[in-house]
């Protein structure tokens, strides 16, 4: 739904572009990554402009036709946000928005196997993590 005043959705976007760049100042992109605070913040802020760019008039997009409108609408969609996209689209289409993929004969038979109990125990994420980036 588009604001009735664009004027709102901007002073939004504006805003949270200005906390973004507040939270991150003098940060490097490890530090940046480290800081769980911070990067719950910079989402939340991307929601925002993402949110209030969807407020936006099409006269407003039309003036301002060099910004990747979509784009933006798109980077703060929620979960919840692209699966109901999705199911509208289903709904509409009346099919799958992609192909679906079947599964190749190594992971039929892993499924069968996981659906006997035999499952393989790798201990914590880190040793998951070893063993699936391991050459087999």
Request: net charge neutral; charged share 35%.
């Amino acid at each position: 739904m588009a604001a009735k005043n664009p004027r709102a959705a901007l002073t939004d976007m504006r805003d949270a572009i200005g906390r973004i760049e507040r939270y991150v100042e003098g940060m490097t992109l490890a530090e940046f990554m480290r800081d769980d605070l911070k990067r719950d913040a910079v989402e939340r802020c991307t929601e925002i402009i993402s949110e209030a760019s969807r407020r936006l008039p099409e006269r407003v997009k039309s003036k301002y036709a060099d910004v990747p409108w979509q784009r933006v609408a798109a980077v703060g969609l929620t979960v919840s946000d692209a699966f109901r996209l999705m199911m509208v689209r289903i709904a509409r289409e009346k099919r799958l928005p992609f192909e679906p993929l079947v599964p190749n004969a190594e992971t039929i038979a892993a499924m069968e196997a996981a659906r006997r109990g035999e499952l393989v125990e790798v201990g914590d994420a880190d040793r998951l993590l070893a063993d699936l980036n391991a050459d087999h």
